[in-house]
């Protein structure tokens, strides 16, 4: 059992960063690929980013490529989302999650989800 605790969300305006953090629990952590994802009002839960449990491997959405940095510390059971250049159309609350298996874009494949954080854009 994993549980996931995401916090750094807030309002920021167009072009500013921000760096969410999840908090897992439990001494498995480097057990598990980890992925961000968000989600819009109206919308489908969209894959943002994630990462290979060494933290070696890494993959994007489309969407934020170019902007958005994933990263994972295994000494502190945390994985990071660095956002920079944001958009308006990046407002979402944003969820981490954690997989037994290989990372994938598909929210079908993760095992452990946290609460979320909101992000907000202003334009």
């Known amino acids: 059992q994993v549980q996931l605790v995401e916090s750094g969300g807030g309002l920021v305006q167009a072009g500013g960063s921000l760096r969410l953090s999840c908090a897992a629990s439990g001494r498995t952590f480097r057990s598990y690929d980890m992925g961000w994802f968000r989600q819009a009002p109206g919308k489908e839960r969209e894959f943002v980013a994630a990462i290979s449990r060494s933290g070696g491997n890494t993959v994007y959405g489309d969407s934020v490529k170019g902007r958005f940095t994933i990263s994972r510390d295994n000494a502190k059971n945390t994985v990071y989302l660095q956002m920079n250049s944001l958009k308006p159309e990046d407002t979402a609350v944003y969820y981490c999650?954690?997989?037994?298996?290989?990372?994938?874009?598909?929210?079908?494949?993760?095992?452990?989800w946290g609460q979320g954080t909101q992000v907000t854009v202003s334009s």
């Open positions: 999650a954690a997989d037994r298996g290989t990372a994938t874009i598909y929210t079908r494949d993760y095992d452990y």
